[in-house]
């Protein structure tokens, strides 16, 4: 068997092509900080991995978790539903692999907080509830057409000198 030496490494946390089995040991050797994270991001990082990082963590290390498109979608509910407005709840929110119901959850609380941002952010998030949830809580407006002028000419003398002009235009 190896030495630990010869994986516990940025470059082996990163590659895509690491094993499973690599990932764990470095996660559960857990000696550097952002060898950790890059491990927890790695999206061959196994999902039940990903699942006890977000039970029993609220650090750095659970943001990558939540943020790798390969963590469980219950894990993301999980986290997601305890209505925290943190870090990891940001990144699970973020997460391409969340899933529409759970976004639309989040909207429909109608929070005007990080966690729903990231949401409707996210391009899973369905689109009615993302403009609803924008309207809710005032990202945007309705148009009230009040407000809006219409400058009317009186002098068709003006209006027949603005067609000549365009029609020398045209003709040109």
Request: aromatic share 6%; hydrophobic share 30%.
């Amino acid at each position: 068997m190896k030495d630990t030496k010869d994986y516990y490494n940025i470059e082996t946390a990163k590659n895509p092509n690491t094993f499973p089995d690599i990932l764990r040991k470095i996660l559960e050797k857990g000696e550097d900080k952002y060898i950790s994270c890059c491990a927890a991001r790695n999206p061959n990082c196994p999902q039940d991995l990903l699942r006890k990082i977000l039970e029993k963590r609220n650090d750095d290390i659970s943001c990558f978790a939540a943020r790798n498109p390969n963590c469980p979608q219950d894990s993301l509910s999980m986290v997601l539903k305890k209505g925290n407005d943190d870090y990891v709840s940001w990144n699970a929110a973020s997460n391409p692999s969340c899933p529409q119901d759970l976004l639309r959850m989040i909207l429909e609380r109608e929070k005007n907080d990080k966690v729903s941002y990231f949401a409707s952010k996210n391009p899973n998030c369905p689109s009615d509830v993302t403009i609803k949830w924008m309207r809710d809580t005032g990202q945007i407006g309705k148009e009230d057409p009040k407000k809006h002028i219409i400058e009317y000419i009186d002098n068709e003398e003006k209006i027949d000198e603005d067609l000549e002009i365009l029609k020398k235009m045209v003709n040109y």
